[in-house]
């Protein structure tokens, strides 16, 4: 299929590379171009605008950083829906929730595309795997035309409702991410705390009623957290926790969790940095109880 990507990121350049792979016609755009370097190296197409990237494009991939950069792409004049070719099906696989997600569908249909809120659970590891998750909504027809490109880069896919259900799932499933990574964190300063060995605290918890796939491929990032590369950014954490508050709040729905962990999550950012991983909750921690004195 003639695939267009926009988004080249963290991780949008592994998934970029797995539909390159799977033998699709890629044609890339990113705002900061060298970004689709290593797809151009790998017989990709690279494109000067977004309007450009999906001209003859069956399905467009788009993989930003929050709602406003979407919303960017679909303003100018420059944009996804410049010059759409009429039943494109669009993917949009950002994590933007699920107000967002119902107005760029209605604007994409205003413009002859299908559009599909088909965010993704996973971290860029399993991106690289093509082992990512994603939660769909929209029309089922389209979602039919987009699969092989949703193949490519996953190993399952949700078809969950209508247009806006993909989007509220995944707020949902990073509302649980947040607070495993809070509760772990707290769990292995206590250890500390109790002089147990930090790597012997984690044996337990991958062995335990708590043991699941977070935890085992988070085990390297929280046991050596300045050694092992970001793969789920704090601020991007807060970006996502303040999108399901306000998704509770519309439908009337306290949000205990997430609100505790969107404060835990302010907190590591301004201590550690909005760019370091969430398992910086554990040395946010850490630093508190060292005191200013000994930080």
């Not at 679909?74 to 997600?101: F, Q, R």
């Not at 050596?224 to 729905?253: I, N, S």
């Not at 609100?259 to 302010?266: C, D, V």
Request: some cysteine; proline content about 5%; overall charge negative.
């Amino acid at each position: 299929m003639k695939v267009a990507f926009v988004g080249i990121g963290r991780m949008g350049l592994p998934m970029a590379g797995n539909v390159l792979r799977a033998g699709h016609d890629l044609t890339v755009f990113n705002r900061t171009a060298s970004r689709c370097d290593p797809l151009r190296d790998d017989g990709a197409t690279v494109s000067t605008t977004a309007a450009e990237v999906v001209r003859d494009a069956e399905v467009l991939v788009t993989m930003l950083a929050d709602p406003a950069a979407v919303e960017d792409l679909l303003e100018s004049e420059e944009g996804i829906l410049a010059d759409a070719p009429e039943g494109l099906v669009w993917l949009e696989m950002s994590t933007v929730g699920p107000t967002a997600a119902r107005r760029f569908h209605d604007r994409a249909a205003d413009a002859g595309v299908k559009m599909l809120d088909a965010p993704v659970s996973g971290s860029t590891a399993v991106a690289e795997a093509a082992a990512l998750v994603s939660m769909v909504g929209g029309d089922a027809a389209a979602l039919e035309r987009a699969r092989p490109v949703l193949e490519a880069m996953t190993k399952a896919h949700f078809h969950l409702g209508p247009s806006g259900a993909g989007a509220a799932m995944k707020l949902g499933v990073n509302v649980i991410i947040a607070a495993n990574a809070v509760a772990i964190s707290e769990a292995l300063v206590m250890a500390e705390d109790a002089d147990i060995d930090r790597a012997a605290a984690y044996d337990v918890i991958a062995a335990g009623a708590v043991a699941s796939p977070f935890v085992d491929y988070k085990r390297g990032a929280f046991l050596d957290p300045d050694g092992t590369p970001p793969a789920f950014a704090l601020d991007l954490m807060r970006k996502d926790l303040k999108l399901a508050l306000e998704q509770g709040e519309a439908a009337r729905t306290p949000l205990f969790g997430a609100t505790a962990s969107a404060e835990a999550m302010t907190v590591a950012a301004g201590l550690e940095g909005g760019d370091a991983d969430l398992v910086k909750v554990a040395d946010a921690l850490r630093r508190i109880a060292a005191g200013p004195s000994k930080s």
